[in-house]
């Protein structure tokens, strides 16, 4: 498809879940993973007290290149089996991706 632009994908969720997000989003054809582990700075900031945010520390950071047909498909992934749509569960989006100059 010569539409089908890439895009950067960021996966941000409880350290605990990395094994399991990584392969389902190798499996979902997510390339040139990468994972980064994260601290939280939530907690005792005050923008905590003004969402009801949970100030869980340990964090991973997850980025990938995907396909922006992809990404539906991806998105509705994290939020079936990890919940990615409830509270405090983890969040994902993407930034499209103008041009890469190598």
Known sequence: MMNDQVVFLMVIAPREQKDKLVSELHDNNANYLNVMFGHGSLDGSKLATLFP????????????????????????????????????????????IECIYH
Not at 82 to 93: E, P
């Open 53 to 96: 945010f949970a100030t869980e520390p340990r964090k991973v950071v997850i980025t990938a290149f995907v396909r922006s047909s992809q990404v539906t498909g991806l998105l509705m992934l994290l939020e079936e089996k990890f919940m990615f749509n409830q509270a405090n569960t983890g969040f994902a989006f993407t930034i499209p």
